[in-house]
């Protein structure tokens, strides 16, 4: 997790723990639609609010990933 001015930016191996993913899903929902990571380079990143707020948004709903 990298922190700078108080913005928290998670990578896949972020969300990989945060979810109790393995690696494979962890890629697969940092590129689904509507999930809101970028693409910096040659990462996928997510911001830690952007993160919260899709949860908000999508609490009560099934999410499959591949």
């Known amino acids: 997790m990298a922190q700078a001015n ?4 998670y990578s896949v191996k ?6 109790g993913f393995s690696l ?6 940092m ?8 693409r ?3 990462r996928i990143v997510v911001e830690k609010s952007a993160l919260e707020k899709w ?4 609490e ?3 999410f499959a990933l591949g």
């Open 6 to 9: 108080d913005i928290i930016i």
């Open 31 to 38: 590129k689904a639609n509507g999930f809101p990571s970028i």
């Open 24 to 29: 494979t899903q962890a890629y697969g929902l």
């Open 40 to 42: 910096v380079g040659g």
């Open 14 to 19: 972020d969300i990989k723990t945060i979810f």
């Open 55 to 58: 949860l908000k948004k999508n």
């Open 60 to 62: 009560g709903r099934k």
